[in-house]
């Protein structure tokens, strides 16, 4: 990828992690496309579907059988949250790649809008305007915003919010490690390490509606702690890097 391809007009793709998501993905599929099918910058809707035990996979199949952009990526089982997004963000080809997640969490006409935001020399980040998956989530958030503000300095509203822009340039280069929650804030803190800014953009937040989530169970949350005391562990050996292609703004 060139600095002169993000000067005119670049490409992007869309990758979204699955998980025993039937519910969701015929809808997901239909908003993605009602939105930016028609946007010739569109290269691609990268579903990675983790080792799913429903009918996730051959949903996606059904799809793509009419629609030739969608493309499924699979896992023999389900290793988890960040091994399905390091699996999207490697068969992405776009200048830019957008992950989120197949519950529809944001309003998906914003998605040209979030692209436009997007550069070789930063990080487009949603974060939520309002709450709206209870107390108890509520909490486990604001927790960890805070526990990764004071162990790693990043300064950022929402770390873990499904919504990301991310420049080829990085994607090609940081070498993430994370199978499971920790994805989202070593994606981040990779960024920075590589001296990419994050740009934070806010976005009204859409509890999901179908399926199920996983992300408080007690399993996850020793799972990110767990990660987090490993990258913390690495980052005290590691300096700052940067990357092959130098970054240029829009």
């Known amino acids: 990828m060139s600095s002169q391809s993000f000067a005119e ?4 793709s869309i990758v979204v992690p699955l998980f025993n998501e039937e519910e969701n993905v015929p809808l997901l599929i239909e908003k993605v496309f009602r939105e930016v099918g028609s ?5 691609e809707l990268v579903l990675v579907d983790d080792g799913s035990h429903d009918r ?6 059904e799809h793509m059988r009419r629609e030739s952009r969608i493309r499924l990526v699979s896992h023999d089982r389900n ?3 960040g091994a399905a997004i390091r699996t ?6 776009g200048d830019l790649v957008l992950y ?7 309003d998906f006409s914003l998605i040209p809008k979030l692209i436009s935001l997007g550069g070789a020399d930063h990080v487009v980040l949603g974060c939520r305007l309002n709450r709206g998956e209870g107390s108890r989530r ?3 958030t604001k927790g960890y915003n805070f526990l990764i503000r004071v162990l790693f300095g990043l300064k950022v509203r929402d770390v873990n919010f499904a919504c990301k822009v991310l420049p080829q340039t990085l994607v090609q280069v940081v070498n993430l490690k994370s199978e499971g929650s920790f994805i989202d804030a070593e994606i981040l803190l990779e960024a920075r390490r590589y001296g990419l ?6 976005l009204t937040y859409f509890p999901r509606a179908l399926g199920l989530s996983t992300l408080s169970r007690p399993q996850v949350i020793f799972g990110i702690l767990r990660e987090m005391a490993s990258y913390l562990k690495t980052s005290l050996l590691v300096g700052k890097a940067s990357l092959p292609i130098r970054a240029q703004k829009l």
Request: aromatic share 16%.
């Open 197 to 202: 800014e994050i740009v934070e953009f806010p």
């Open 100 to 106: 989120t997640d197949a519950d529809l969490p944001f």
């Open 88 to 93: 999207g963000l490697r068969n992405a080809n």
């Open 39 to 43: 946007d010739p910058t569109f290269l």
């Open 9 to 12: 007009s670049p490409s992007f």
């Open 138 to 140: 509520w909490v486990l």
């Open 79 to 81: 290793r988890g949250l």
């Open 56 to 61: 996730t996979a051959s949903f996606v199949q």
